[in-house]
T-cell receptor, first 113, second 113 residues
């Protein structure tokens, strides 16, 4: 089967650093993406890792280890507006296969003052 | 650009009724997707399309049909709605060349009673 595991909830304080882990088991792997969703609205893209290592985009970083089938999203200098659900998603098909995504169940991040 | 739009935003159906959800994108993207999201869950792929006139099944296609007669539109049909189809439906699109980001619409909240 295909599965992605991530914690259901994480709580942190404003200004802190938080890491959201994701482990995956899928039949195909073409990369790991992260999406943010506020209050059930449209998910928005945060990052994508196709190769091992760390990708940094402002306060957010994403890491991938393909040998461990593991990745994480790192959020630094947390702000109240970062309170949202965060989803990891594995791209299980190449571009000529539609670039399909398999999503994890999401991590609800609560940022406290 | 309006990006990805979905019609309607909300709908209540009785069991056995039919309806069509419309997704439109003005970014000239080749790939389009329909997902459903249930409470506390990630997004699950229903059907997808890699171009005008093509459709393919995703993870949870049963009870749904789709059509992509025009490149900018992707329709999701429920022929005989069931309470199990109560969900939030998201449409997304992705360009063929370059980029791994999927662009999501605002969602359609469907309740089947």
């Amino acid at each position: 089967g295909q599965s992605l595991e991530q914690p259901s909830e994480v709580t942190a304080v404003e200004g802190a650093i938080v890491q959201i882990n994701c482990t995956y088991q899928t039949s195909g792997f073409y990369g790991l993406s992260w999406y943010q969703q506020h209050d059930g609205g449209a998910p928005t893209f945060l990052s994508y890792n196709a190769l091992d290592g760390l990708e940094e985009t402002g306060r957010f970083s994403s890491f991938l280890s393909r040998s461990d089938s593991y990745g994480y999203l790192l959020l630094q200098e947390l702000q109240m507006k970062d309170s949202a659900s965060y989803f990891c998603a594995v791209r299980d098909g190449g571009r000529n296969q539609g670039g399909k995504l398999i999503f994890g169940q999401g991590t609800e991040l609560s940022v406290k003052p | 650009n309006a990006g990805v739009t979905q019609t309607p935003k909300f709908r209540v159906l009785k069991t056995g009724q039919s309806m069509t959800l419309l997704c439109a994108q003005d970014m000239n993207h080749e790939y389009m997707y329909w997902y459903r999201q249930d409470p506390g869950m990630g997004l699950r792929l229903i059907h997808y399309s890699v171009g005008e006139g093509t459709t393919a099944k995703g993870e949870v296609p049963d009870g749904y049909n789709v059509s992509r007669l025009k490149k900018q539109n992707f329709l999701l049909g429920l022929e005989s709605a069931a309470p199990s189809q109560t969900s939030v439906y998201f449409c997304a699109s992705n360009p063929l060349a370059g980029g791994y980001e999927q662009y999501f619409g605002p969602g359609t909240r469907l309740t089947v009673t």
